[in-house]
């Protein structure tokens, strides 16, 4: 008779159920296993790109851009969204966001580079950002872009380019305001609580070298709060029926920038992020119903542009590791160390990142800090999660990275990974290669009297 082979022990355990919320037992845990993505093994992916690896899902790409466009144009006749170039300046990414009809939002000369190449017409293009070169300037009124005035420096000198040219630039200017949610974000545009936005308004319609066509804002990032939207809507309707009123000059549109919240947990907060953060349809009724409350002639409706990124493409993307070693720390707490650190998971500083095994695993779980693998402290993925314990080689996964890592990664200490989209046929497609150290080293240039060595 075949002996049996003997089962590994594990401890017994009590587990809490956690339906939604935190409760008195703490958070629902996280070490449910996700071993496919959109049908593929997280495995196999790992095996034909390496590791770590980001993966993007076009098809929650696109679900998401169709939900917020039916959240919008429900509720407001009249919606353009335009993608944050600086959110994710991939191009498979951008691209799949323009095949939707988006246009793009720009905050550099690099970005606008960027989607001028990627096919994105000058004219469906909204250049922002403080730092705006003469070059950038002189080539976004080449190509009748949007340019968004940021303060009166840039108003002087694009109006200088505008009279020495003889040509008659679109523009809008940026507008920060109190709306209610605090520290206040001032560092951007004019105020138009103390008189700059309006001040703007009249050296603009009184020079007229500038085509005054639209007003944006921006309130904040990660904004948990739609009302603050319904009072910033307000002072921004209130501001373009002001604007006919004295100069009979129409605001075509009105830019409500972005900032909504995706997903993820913000660090120090007591509910999950699934559970805390607003539906888009709620920012959706906020605008909207400050829009249409206004009292704007019924044949003249301005359009409302939203620039919104981390909302539509934070849970798309997905980081998947593996693990290096184990150890305990001098206090008996479990550490993990991951090869994916804070230089390419950069938002793990500010969000707790669900993070789960990529395999199936038994149901014992346990505290653990999660290391990424630089020769810094300050390496540290999750400060506390509850996992079983990961044998090295075995595979994790981040979700919700897909916003602002790609941006913000760096080449410290380690490669870029390379990155991968699935498509909606379940296909995946290698759309940036893992850098290697000729790329790293291809710019540099070493003075001929440091190449010889004498040892």
């Known amino acids: 008779m075949k002996k049996k082979e003997k089962k590994i022990y594990e401890r017994p355990l009590i587990r809490p159920l956690n339906a939604s ?18 049908g593929i093994p997280v495995v196999d992916l790992i095996n034909e790109f390496g590791s770590p690896l980001f993966v993007y899902s076009e098809k929650k790409i696109r679900d998401n851009f169709m939900m917020a466009k039916r959240a919008f144009e429900t509720r407001y006749p009249k919606i353009q969204f335009a993608w944050s170039y ?29 989607a001028l190449q990627n096919g994105v017409p000058g004219d469906k293009i909204i250049f922002n950002g403080p730092d705006k070169s003469k070059h950038d300037l002189l080539l976004a009124m080449k190509n009748n872009t949007l ?14 380019l505008a009279s020495s040219s003889k040509s008659k630039p679109r523009v809008a200017i940026r507008i920060n305001m109190d709306t209610g949610v605090y520290p206040q974000w001032d560092r951007f545009g004019f105020n138009y609580e103390n008189g700059q936005a309006w001040e703007a308004v009249n050296k603009i319609l009184m020079n007229d070298a500038l085509d005054l066509v639209g007003i944006h804002t921006h309130i904040g990032t990660f904004m ?3 009302s603050a939207y319904a009072v910033a809507t307000a002072k921004m309707t209130e501001l373009a029926i002001q604007i006919k009123k004295k100069f009979n000059h129409i605001i075509t549109y009105i830019d409500m920038g972005g900032g909504f919240a995706s997903k993820n947990t913000l660090k120090g907060s007591y509910y999950a992020g699934a559970d805390a953060v607003p539906d888009i349809g709620e920012y959706a009724e906020a605008i909207t119903s400050a829009l249409l409350n206004a ?17 539509l493409v934070d849970d798309t993307g997905f980081l998947l590791g593996t693990v290096l070693a184990n150890k305990r720390l001098a206090d008996g707490r479990r550490a993990t160390i991951l090869d994916f650190g804070v230089n390419t998971l950069f938002t793990s500083f500010w969000y707790d990142h669900k993070i789960s095994p990529a395999q199936e695993m038994g149901h014992y779980a346990e505290e653990t800090i999660l290391y990424g693998p630089l020769c810094m402290n300050i390496d540290v993925v999750r400060d506390a999660i509850s996992l079983p314990p990961l044998k090295p080689g075995q595979h994790v996964v981040a979700q919700y990275v897909g916003a602002y890592n790609i941006t913000q990664s760096m080449q410290f200490i380690t490669f870029r990974p390379a990155v991968v989209m699935i498509d909606r046929e379940g296909r995946s497609h ?6 290697s150290l000729d790329y790293v080293q291809k710019n540099e240039i070493l003075p001929s009297h440091l190449k010889k060595l004498n040892w």
């Open 86 to 114: 600086k959110t994710c300046y991939l191009n498979a990414v951008c691209n799949v966001y323009h095949q939707m009809g988006s246009w793009a939002e720009v905050v550099s000369g690099f970005e606008y580079e960027k």
């Open 224 to 226: 948990m709060t739609p």
């Open 430 to 435: 290698l759309i940036r290669k893992r850098e």
């Open 295 to 311: 009292g704007f002639d019924r044949n003249n409706l301005p359009f409302l542009y939203l620039e919104t990124g981390r909302a």
């Open 21 to 38: 919320i935190s409760n008195k037992f703490g958070r629902r845990t996280e070490w449910l296993p996700l071993t496919h993505i959109d």
């Open 147 to 160: 340019i968004h005035i940021d303060h009166f420096d840039e108003l002087y000198l694009l109006t200088e």
